[in-house]
């Protein structure tokens, strides 16, 4: 079974902080995704990335930015939290089968 | 971004009878979809997926069907239980670039 963490599993922040929720997988797959879920919304994709040092938009990049520093490891930023970035974020990772694999998933309350 | 369209958002049905959830997708690119299903305070799992070149796939009481010209598929399942109550979402996927599109999930409940 793949292996993807997150951290933290619940973060309380103030508006215009910083944040920075972390994933990292050990099954060694090519391709990481953040997401973000909300109700009604289901699923929308922020960044994704297809390897090292490698990061692409999503759907809703705006007020995100993504680091990919190794295969293992792709951070999610927002360096000025907004209210309306409360949410709970899911981290996956997939490789050429096409199987993502989630996280447990990060609560984010932007106060 | 593309879009995939997943109805219905909510869906009720008695214990032993069926639930269908239908999902369109725009890119004629797609040939991967799958299906993840996400219990309360849980991450969503995948319960089944098809491929483009096949156009009906069962595992136990679980079936998709595709259509292609249409760009359409669908999660079927027969005889409900209660723990199939959960979020279900369905996904279309281009396998060339990777950028898996969710439906916005569809919340079945199973009443005994």
Redesign the interface.
Known sequence: EAAVTQSPRNKVAVTGGKVTLSCNQTNNHN?M?W?RQDT??????IH?S?GAGST?K??IPDGYKASRPSQENFSLILELATPSQTSVY?C?S?G?T???Y????SKLTVL | ?EQVE?LP?ILRVQEGSSASINCSYEDSASN?F?W?KQEPG?????II?IRSNMERKQIQELIVLLDKKAKRFSLHITDTQPGDSAMY?CAA?N?GN????????TRLKVIA
């Open positions: 391709n995704y997401y009604g919304h289901g699923l929308r994709l994704y297809y692409e999503g759907d899911f996956a997939g050429n096409g199987q993502l989630f996280g447990e998933g | 971004g997943q958002s991967y799958p993840y849980e991450n969503p799992k995948l997926d979402f996927v396998t990777y950028k898996y599109v969710f439906g916005a999930g």
